[in-house]
């Protein structure tokens, strides 16, 4: 069984930048879709950003299109989510997920890691 781990939250200023990492152990399939979800307080869990396991095509939230960018090293079996220019409003526990499917839908991800706690303070 496949186990995604997050890492590299915390707490930063707003226009600061962070780089969250998710790796996945236990035999992970390198032809697996890949995607971040956020959750803030109060909130739905939301999609974030995808990559494809070719790492051909990435798919990305309007909310964080051309400050966040996500990335994969397969050798590594870890997806990054690059996250630059951050806004109070990108406060959240952010997840990493995986799926067989080319989906932003979250109930299409069958796999998900514990989460990474972002917090940015204006």
């Known amino acids: 069984q496949v186990q995604l781990v997050e890492s590299g939250g915390g707490l930063v200023q707003a226009g600061d930048s962070l780089r969250l990492s998710c790796a996945a152990s236990g035999r992970p399939s390198r032809t697996i879709n890949m995607g971040w979800f956020r959750q803030a307080p109060g909130k739905e869990r939301r999609f974030v950003a995808l990559?494809?396991?070719?790492?051909?095509?990435?798919v990305y939230a309007d909310s964080v299109k051309g400050r966040f960018t996500i990335s994969r090293d397969n050798a590594k079996n870890t997806v990054y989510l690059q996250m630059n220019s951050l806004k109070p409003e990108d406060t959240a526990a952010y997840y990493c997920?995986?799926?067989?499917?080319?989906?932003?839908?979250?109930?299409?991800?069958?796999?998900w890691g514990q989460g990474t706690q972002v917090t940015v303070s204006s």
């Open positions: 990559i494809t396991w070719s790492s051909a095509d990435t």
């Open positions: 997920a995986a799926s067989s499917l080319l989906t932003v839908r979250e109930t299409d991800f069958s796999t």
